[in-house]
């Protein structure tokens, strides 16, 4: 079996595109490797990330463009016209399209991945054109593909729902959180902390800055108890989009001097952040899978999260759940875990085991799985 993926979106640079989709195809790709040694794979990637750079085992020829279709103005293109070129050329037997899209001339078989459905759900939170095309692709890609991944049971009840698909084709294969995110040991916790200055007690925030994150609420949450406690809000990653009126808020309230923006976080360091900080805070409006939250239980940080979309199926009974909009409850639920230690030290080992259920090597046996099932449906003229 020859199987094709797309993973154009797989960044390997400091910015807001090395998030939620990119570590989903890294970490597919590492997993499917450590499992599946005799299929070949052609991995199918943006300009400058090339086989030394992935690490990957012979059976997986990775295949950099000379384009760079990081730039969606460029991956579409690459998409929609260069990509069905491709894959009649290389032989391939199945493609994988990674986020929602396949081409809508792809000549071979084809499994989809859907994360969310965002752009449906909170328009006004993307940039028109790119709203137009993920509509149209996604619509289309999930009717001509053979089946369609899904990373939550939210996201199917979304996918079934809102799209139409018969819900035998939606298959759930959840996201994990990586290998290093876990417990560190004290003294390099210790030495961070006190390389950074940080104070004893802090509310982190990580996720790219974009409207359906909802920093505004938090920021009107926290405003109401920054005279209740020293502790301040560190708020991590970085400028995705339409990130204006988070600082305009930030303003309205006079908390520049509580809030701090440290920006993207290495991935080398994000799991002493999660560590070092008193709990965290993600009150996002919509998340198809919500991997911060999971990242942080499995560091052992208490969470107080959003009680919508996907958030509770990762967090369930290891955190705090609060409306997404609701900024006195969240401030309630902050203070309260601020002040109280035992409750803290309960959610953290609800939090890590909770955070074992998820696993990226059943994600890749799962997808695999499903690999096999349409090469055993499809018709053999496709193949």
């Not at 003294?187 to 007690?201: G, N």
Request: positive net charge.
């Amino acid at each position: 079996m020859h199987i094709a993926i797309n993973a154009h979106l797989l960044a390997h640079t400091r910015s807001f595109r090395r998030a939620g989709v990119s570590h989903y195809i890294e970490q597919l790709l590492q997993h499917l490797a450590l499992i599946n040694q005799p299929n070949r794979y052609s991995v199918y990637t943006t300009r400058g990330l090339d086989a030394s750079t992935l690490g990957l085992p012979p059976n997986f020829g990775v295949r950099p463009s000379r384009l760079p279709t990081i730039n969606p103005r460029v991956r579409i293109p690459w998409e929609q016209f260069l990509a069905p070129f491709l894959l009649r050329r290389s032989g391939a037997d199945i493609f994988h399209g990674v986020l929602n899209v396949i081409p809508l001339a792809c000549p071979i078989p084809s499994v989809v991945t859907i994360h969310d459905l965002a752009f449906i759900r909170f328009p006004h939170t993307f940039r028109s054109y790119n709203r137009t095309y993920l509509d149209l692709a996604t619509r289309t890609s999930v009717r001509r593909a053979s089946y369609v991944l899904v990373v939550s049971e939210h996201t199917k009840r979304e996918v079934v729902g809102l799209l139409g698909v018969p819900a035998e084709r939606v298959i759930v294969t959840p996201n994990a959180a990586r290998a290093h995110f876990q417990p560190p040991d004290p003294a390099a916790l210790a030495a961070f902390r006190a390389h950074h200055s940080l104070p004893e007690q802090f509310v982190l925030y990580v996720g790219t800055l974009e409207p359906r994150k909802n920093l505004t609420t938090l920021l009107d949450a926290y405003s109401q108890i920054a005279r209740q406690s020293a502790a301040p809000l560190l708020i991590g990653g970085g400028k995705g989009w339409l990130y204006q009126p988070v600082f305009e808020r930030l303003d309205a309230l006079g908390l520049r001097d509580r809030v701090h923006f440290i920006g993207y976080i290495d991935e080398d360091e994000l799991p002493l952040w999660y560590a070092a900080a008193t709990l965290f805070v993600f009150p996002s409006l919509y998340e198809g899978f919500g991997m911060p939250p999971l990242e942080a239980m499995a560091c052992g940080t208490p969470v107080v999260a959003a009680n919508g979309s996907s958030l509770p199926e990762v967090v369930g009974d290891a955190g705090l759940m609060t409306p997404p909009t609701d900024a006195n409850t969240l401030a309630e639920a902050i203070l309260r875990l601020l002040r109280d230690d035992a409750l803290r030290a309960e959610l953290s080992e609800r939090g890590l085991r909770r955070s074992q259920r998820f696993s990226w090597h059943k994600t890749a046996q799962d997808t695999l799985a499903v690999y096999e099932r349409v090469m055993l449906t499809a018709p053999i003229n496709a193949v």
